[in-house]
């Protein structure tokens, strides 16, 4: 329904109109603008500002796109949890994305070691992401402690791509890393659910999923379905590659 070209191009209100929208699908279909105003906490222009980038007429251009949609999916019941993971998935195979996600398998392709690094979650899936992309023939290791010590000589990582993984992009132990590596002259290159995080915009190459990010307590539940899929189709597409190179 969001064109994922279009998505790249909204500014930070904005980007809280859309994903209010695809959090809560299923409710603005009911909604008035003003009401969206009200729960997105943004103000009416920026709604139509935000449906004017994707492509609408106006709000009511949208609701009637937006009941459409929901028409089309009634023949198969969706959890409305599962609704951002479907959109995203549906974006995923956009050409844009996916010129994207090739993109960052030849930078993959074209490294002599990849370092996966995340925190909680994040390094679990840093982990997972790193024996998968072994399984592929591409040398991986993880990092996950934010306390390693860093070496006292300078060295040169210019043939190293290191993955950040972190669904917010704003903390502060893996700003330090991202720094750190960039000043040492590694690829740096980021998966996460904010394209205009901090760790974003210090990457060589980001990748975002636009998945509202969902917190209970000190507690971080924000679906990572999509960053499994974005690290498998990296790892498939880098190996295809590695493939072609050396059959040459």
Known sequence: MFDYEKVQTLNQLELCVYKYIIAHINEVQGMTIRELSNESHVSST????????????????FKYALRHNHEERETTVIDQDLEPINLFLDQAIQEPYVAMLEQAAR????????????????????????????????????????FQPKPIAKRDYSDTLIIFLSVSG?????????????????????????????????????ITYDIPEVKTDDLNLTSQVPVVYILERIGKMTHDLLIEKNSD
């Not at 920026?46 to 251009?61: H, N, Y």
């Not at 700003?175 to 205009?196: G, H, K, P």
């Open 170 to 206: 704003e903390t502060s132990q893996v700003l330090d890393q991202a720094r750190f590596y960039q000043e040492s002259n590694a690829q740096t290159m980021v998966i996460t659910s904010d394209v205009s995080s901090t760790l974003a915009q210090l990457a060589d190459t980001t």
């Open 107 to 146: 930078k993959l392709a074209s490294a002599d070691i990849c370092l996966l690094f995340g925190l909680g979650t994040s390094g679990s899936l840093a982990q997972y992401g790193a024996r998968m992309l072994a399984n592929y023939g591409i040398y991986t290791l993880t990092i996950n402690d934010p």
């Open 46 to 61: 920026t709604i139509l500002r935000f449906l004017k980038k994707m492509g609408f007429d106006g709000f009511s251009d």
